[in-house]
């Protein structure tokens, strides 16, 4: 088959497409023709050398993909040869053909093309593990957003106004807090102008946020320690 490879750490002039041996079927595996694959920064990472697959993964970049169903493990049952789905992969998913846990798969939505698919399963069920499974988010609490542009920060952004909380999104620029508006943010923080933790206290009558999404770490420590709710939660992704 066919993929993008790596051909030395650096940058973009370093892919190629070239042939490569197809990933085999095993126990409890189903083989994707992949119609889309995502870009994610692992995968640039990855390419610049500083970031490896996971140990027996596909050396071959791509962390999500969507597609067609073309084989099916024997013993896997409840998916349909030329099912329209999409995957979170391990790795190999610029390339024709992946080969992925059965249970690492999703239809695609109705109404989805496979570019749209093929972007939902590494940044939504990311922000959907932080925000439900470790930050049990509920209807009408305050999230604190880092990151609002990016890739993840979208995806809790929009998954956060659906499930009916308030959310103040913090980025680096107008661009991208316009951006976040658009996708429902209720309060917008350049932070590199304005203190975030005092714009969450403000905005929440002192009493600070029910869930911080941190993508940033140690630097912010100090400040979401006083802007976190009593019982609030504060999940650090990356």
Not at 48 to 76: F, T
Not at 117 to 138: N, R
Request: charged letters at 20%; one cysteine or more.
């Amino acid at each position: 088959m066919r993929a993008i490879v790596v051909r030395a750490p650096g940058g973009s002039d370093q892919l190629d497409l070239a042939r490569v041996p197809a990933p085999e079927l095993v126990s409890g595996t189903v083989e994707i023709e992949i119609k889309a694959c995502a870009l994610n920064r692992a995968d640039l990472l990855q390419r610049r050398g500083s970031y490896p697959p996971p140990k027996g993964a596909s050396e071959i970049l791509g962390l999500e993909c969507a597609g067609v169903v073309r084989a099916v493990a024997p013993d896997v049952s409840g998916v349909e040869l030329g099912a329209r789905v999409m995957a979170l992969l391990a790795g190999g998913g610029y390339a024709e053909r992946a080969v992925v846990h059965a249970g690492l798969l999703m239809s695609v939505p109705r109404g989805f093309s496979f570019v749209q698919a093929a972007a939902i399963p590494e940044a939504f069920l990311t922000a959907s593990e932080a925000l439900f499974t470790l930050g049990g988010l509920a209807a009408g609490q305050w999230v604190l957003l880092h990151a609002a542009a990016s890739g993840v920060g979208t995806a809790a952004l929009q998954l956060a106004k659906l499930a009916g909380a308030r959310v103040i999104a913090c980025a680096g620029s107008a661009e991208k807090l316009e951006f976040a508006r658009g996708l429902g943010a209720d309060v917008l923080v350049n932070h590199r102008e304005q203190d975030f933790a005092a714009v969450c206290r403000d905005q929440t009558d002192g009493r600070g946020a029910d869930v911080i999404l941190d993508f940033v770490g140690g630097s912010y420590a100090e400040r979401h320690q006083t802007c976190l709710a009593e019982s609030g939660r504060w999940v650090v992704i990356g």
